[in-house]
Every structure is written in C-alpha cells, then in structure tokens.
C-alpha cells in the first residue's frame, strides 16, 4: 500500500497552514510526524481524513483520489486522535459495541485485542475508572477491530508514564512487523527515534526536513577556519561528501579528513574550531526552540 501526499496546500484566510507539501508513506513504514504547535501538523491530519475537504494538491492511496473514493478511508485507515468511551460501560462493552457498528470487521476477538494492548484483566473494569494511559491504550485497540493497512496516531505517548510508552511503542511496532504503514505525531524526538524508520519534520506549515533515521544519526564533522575559504573547488574535488559554506567545512566521511586538514594548511587557514554533529542534534535544538 502506498498512500501519497501531493502538492497539498491548505489556507485559513491570511494564514497558509500548509504549504505545497509532498511525501509518500508505503506498507510497514512507521513515520514520526514532528513539529512544534502551529506547524500544521494538526491540519495535515485532518486533510488526510477527509475532515477538512477544502485544499489544493491531491492525498492518494494507490494512486486513488480519497476525495473521490471515500469508502478507501474507512476500509484501509485507521485514525486515533482523541479516544473517546462511554464511561458507565466496561472496556470489553465499548468495543463490543464499536465492533458491532463496523462493516468490515477483523477476525480477532475482543479478547484477543484486549490482551495486545495489555488490557485483559481489566476488561470488566468501567472505563471511567480507567487511568489517562489504560484510555490510551484502549484507543489503540480500535484499531485491532479492523484490519487496516494506514495507521495515523496523535501524540499516543503524551502524558503516559515510560511502561505505558513502552506499550504503545510495542503496539506500535507489531503494526509495522504486520505490514501496516503508521504515521505518528509527536513532540518527542526521542520516541521518534526510538521505533520509527523515517521522520519527518514540519515548520510553518511546510516540511524542512524528510529522512530516514539512519541518515539522521550519521555524524558530521565541522571544521571552521578564520575566514570565507574562496578555494571551494580544491576541497570539492575530496568527494561529494564534503562541502564548504563561507568559513565551514563538512564532511561524513572520515577518510577525507587528514586532506581536507592538508588543504586547510596548504592554503594558510587557521582553524578556529572543529566539532562532529548530527541531525539528530540539530532537530533536537530546532524543536526546543518552537522552530527558529
């Protein structure tokens, strides 16, 4: 399953909430959604359930318009954004009922499901004497009622205590290991980095960076001399992997760094400091910061 993103843009009078975005999310990914509040996330959400209707650009899920074919969205999706139960009822009662309201309805028992999310014993237990963090997981085992191949989850860990989010992280990845895409959102990069195989990262209402983790945790190493460098083409022609910009030279790869220095000598610079950094760091710093 491949659900995709296009050129989506989204405006509430003078103000753009998204701005000409694209992605893609394929089956068994589980893609952390980070951004500070105000940076669209929210609206991206609603557009991809078909909550807000009004936006230029296009949301497919294999290659069908969800404006056109709505029927896709109950059948291959599942969105949890803000749970919500009848209280006087049992955790076992309110998905009895959920269940019995679906058309399409996944082979396993409620008590199967109740056991994924490590909620058994407490299936007789009224609901309204549920803690924030048994309701949350009792959200994430709507999902099970169905079988859909597209999860999206709105901050699932936020408030939890750290064995609750080790349970929905543990959810979180037998969805993926069943071939089922999650796009998560959350202000926690740790949590991001903890389960997920992509991250993707909003500011005002754009998308300033889309990676793998991988490529997130690889180091860089800066070294900083004491004035604009002008002979760029020299430590270009190291390899691709290193660039210059002003007075700073990157670079990923360690085995260009004894020429880079050669160079750095050869042409009278002073290095003023040198230092290895990732984008794990810098999107830590972003976030903290509200995007600036």
């Known amino acids: 399953m491949e659900l995709r993103v296009e050129q989506l843009s989204k405006s509430y009078k003078n103000c753009k909430a998204i701005n000409n975005i694209s992605f893609s999310i394929h089956s068994g990914e589980v893609v952390g959604l980070l951004g500070h509040n ?4 929210s609206t991206l959400i609603k557009c991809m359930m078909n ?14 318009n969800i404006q056109r074919h709505q029927e896709l969205l109950a059948k291959e999706c599942s969105f949890l954004l803000e749970p919500s139960f009848c209280d006087y009822m049992s955790a076992q009662k309110n998905l009895e009922l959920l269940h019995n309201l679906l058309p399409d309805k996944a082979a396993r028992s409620i008590e199967e499901i109740l056991s994924i999310v490590s909620l058994r014993k407490s299936a007789t237990k009224k609901v309204g004497e549920f803690s924030f963090g048994m309701k949350q ?41 069943a071939g089922i895409a999650v796009l998560f959102s959350s202000h926690q990069i740790s949590d991001v980095f903890d389960i997920c195989t992509r991250a993707i990262v909003m500011n005002e209402g754009e998308i300033v960076f889309d990676d793998n983790i991988a ?6 190493y800066v070294i900083i001399v004491n004035r604009s460098i002008v ?4 430590f270009h022609q190291l390899g691709e992997d290193v660039k210059v910009e002003n007075e700073t030279i990157y670079t990923d790869d360690t085995s260009v760094l004894s020429k880079i220095m050669d160079l750095v000598t050869k042409n009278n610079y002073e290095i003023v400091d040198i230092r290895t950094e990732n984008n794990y ?3 830590r710093k972003y976030l903290m910061t509200g995007g600036k």
């Open 38 to 41: 105000g940076a669209g996330k």
């Open 51 to 64: 909550a807000i209707k009004s936006y230029s650009g296009c949301i497919t899920i294999d290659g069908k």
């Open 137 to 177: 997981r009792l959200g994430l085992a709507q999902i099970f009622l169905t079988e859909p191949h597209f999860v999206v989850l709105d901050e699932p860990t936020v408030g939890l205590d750290p064995l609750g989010i080790e349970i929905i992280k543990n959810i979180i990845l037998e969805l993926s290991n």
């Open 215 to 220: 490529n997130l945790l690889k180091k860089t």
């Open 231 to 234: 002979e760029k083409q020299q």
């Open 281 to 283: 760091d810098i999107l």
